[in-house]
T-cell receptor, first 112, second 114 residues
Framework: GNSVTQMEGPVTLSEEAFLTINCTYT??????LFWYVQYPGEGLQLLLK?????DKGSNKGFEATYRKETTSFHLEKGSVQVSDSAVYFC???????????FGAGTTVTVRA | EAGVAQSPRYKIIEKRQSVAFWCNPI?????LYWYQQILGQGPKLLIQ????????DSQLPKDRFSAERLKGVDSTLKIQPAKLEDSAVYLC????????????FGPGTRLTVL
């Protein structure tokens, strides 16, 4: 079956620090990969996605590259801000059923 | 554009009671999803509708959970009777279609079963 494993949190950083959240996946087919973010008090929203190997998704200074050889989709941001404090979820959607399988989420807190 | 609406936002019940949650998707979205998110875990899909038909309900505990989307627009998820382990946030999401379209999530309903 499909599954997503992401780095456990919580993660606490200072402003302008570099952020990496690791995500690896197992899929029976050829999935699309996503990062969703949940800001405090808000609903889940799509941060970025990639649909094929070597694609790079990017948004709001965040990037993630679809690595088929390592089955990974790590999220990175070069300089975080306090407003990036949120819970980040890695997810996949396999061809054919399109339902999302989520990781457990990583809580990120950025201090000023 | 209005987002996905859910109500109520919070619900506290005792075990063995019944509860219902309502979701109104974004206008024009054909696909509607219900997820269960237990504290500390990622959302888990319970049921997926395409218009008013069920696409996938393989992870819905059908002995106590039911869902409907009679007119292909809004949807209701019911739990009867509730158990302690049903305490979770219930998320509704919608998308234009099935093929990897972005899913838009509502704010969720936080259920506490005592």
């Amino acid at each position: 079956g499909n599954s997503v494993t992401q780095m456990e949190g919580p993660v606490t950083l200072s402003e302008e620090a570099f952020l990496t959240i690791n995500c690896t996946y197992t899929a029976t087919g050829y999935p699309s990969l996503f990062w969703y973010v949940q800001y405090p008090g808000e609903g889940l929203q799509l941060l970025l996605k990639a649909t094929k190997a070597d694609d790079k998704g990017s948004n709001k200074g965040f990037e993630a590259t679809y690595r088929k050889e390592t089955t990974s989709f790590h999220l990175e941001k070069g300089s975080v801000q306090v407003s990036d404090s949120a819970v980040y979820f890695c997810a996949l959607s396999d061809q054919g059923d399109y339902k999302l399988s989520f990781g457990a989420g990583t809580t990120v807190t950025v201090r000023a | 554009e209005a987002g996905v609406a859910q109500s109520p936002r919070y619900k506290i019940i005792e075990k063995r009671q019944s509860v219902a949650f309502w979701c109104n998707p974004i206008s024009g979205h054909a696909t509607l999803y219900w997820y269960q998110q237990i504290l500390g875990q990622g959302p888990k899909l319970l049921i997926q509708f395409q218009n008013n038909g069920v696409v996938d309900d393989s992870q819905l505990p059908k002995d106590r959970f039911s869902a409907e989307r009679l007119k292909g627009v809004d949807s209701t998820l019911k739990i009867q009777p509730a158990k302690l382990e049903d305490s979770a946030v219930y998320l509704c999401a919608s998308s234009w279609g099935l093929a990897n379209d972005e899913q838009f999530f509502g704010p969720g309903t936080r259920l506490t079963v005592l």
